[in-house]
């Protein structure tokens, strides 16, 4: 910082504060005469104390009054239920491996995959079916993923 820079930084620090004891003697003003304040008349002070006495007896009177009862509840039947529609459930299903991956590599990750079992629970000969038929298309898929993998 240059010479000239740090006298003028100076006197404006040394004029801001100056500026600033100004003020503060104005406001606290030192020095200066406590005025007293002026007399009350008895009359004012007797009148103010009737009125508070009013007012503190009003206030228990209030205090001492019963509050009226609430409106009686209003008896309703059975309240009908808005049908809000059905409930959705939403599953988020993983994508399949990478799209750049040869055919080659996808037929050898099928062929080494597990087919799945088909569950049956026992229901009907027409859910029995289709799982036969879900099994038998597993296994020919099985078989195709197979055939491109000899080298």
């Known amino acids: 910082m240059r010479q000239h820079h740090r006298i003028t930084v100076a006197a404006l620090l040394g004029c801001a504060t100056l500026a600033g004891t100004v003020a503060l003697s104005k406001t606290v003003q030192l020095g200066a005469d406590v005025k007293k ?3 009350v008349d008895a009359n004012a002070i007797a009148s103010r104390n009737a009125q508070l006495t009013a007012a503190q007896r009003s206030a228990e009177a209030a205090l001492a009054k019963k509050t009226p009862p609430l409106p009686p509840v209003p008896k309703t039947g059975r ?6 529609g059905p409930l959705v459930i939403t599953r988020f299903v993983a994508p399949h491996a990478s799209s750049t991956a040869s055919t080659r590599t996808r037929r050898a990750r099928a062929a080494a995959a597990p087919a799945p079992r ?5 229901g009907s000969e027409a859910a029995k079916r289709r799982a036969e ?3 038998e298309a597993a296994k020919k898929a099985r078989e195709r993923a197979g055939e491109g993998t000899d080298d």
């Open 37 to 39: 304040p002026p007399p």
């Open 133 to 135: 038929a879900a099994a």
């Open 79 to 84: 309240m009908a239920v808005p049908n809000l």
């Open 118 to 122: 088909p569950r049956t629970t026992g």
